[in-house]
Nanobody, 124 residues
Framework: QVQLVESGGGLVQAGGSLRLSCAAS????????MGWFRQGPGKEREFVSA????????YYADFVKGRFTISRDNAKNTVHLQMNSLKPEDTAVYYC?????????????????WGQGTQVTVSS
């Protein structure tokens, strides 16, 4: 069982930055693939980024490439999403997710555990 708690969301102006964090419980965190998803108002939950347990494989959605960076610290059971050059269209609730598999899937249905989400609002 893994419990996930996100933090770091907030209100920021366009062009600004935020760093989201996800704290995970459980001694087997290092064996889990971690992902970030987001859900904007009236939209489906969509993939943002994912990282393998070894940090060797990272995936990004096309709309965040070059702006967002995913990282993880297995010793501290945390995963981060550094978000730069934020745009109003990045406004959404951001969710941390974990899956007990080595492949960093981009499909939300492949993830077993979810956090409660953290709100990110980007003003124009």
């Amino acid at each position: 069982q893994v419990q996930l708690v996100e933090s770091g969301g907030g209100l920021v102006q366009a062009g600004g930055s935020l760093r989201l964090s996800c704290a995970a419980s459980g001694r087997t965190f290092s064996s889990y693939t971690m992902g970030w998803f987001r859900q904007g108002p009236g939209k489906e939950r969509e993939f943002v980024s994912a990282i393998s347990w070894s940090r060797s494989t990272k995936y990004y959605a096309d709309f965040v490439k070059g702006r967002f960076t995913i990282s993880r610290d297995n010793a501290k059971n945390t995963v981060h999403l550094q978000m730069n050059s934020l745009k109003p269209e990045d406004t959404a609730v951001y969710y941390c997710a974990a899956r007990s598999d080595s492949y960093p899937s981009q499909q939300k249905n492949d993830y077993n555990y979810w956090g409660q989400g953290t709100q990110v609002t980007v003003s124009s």
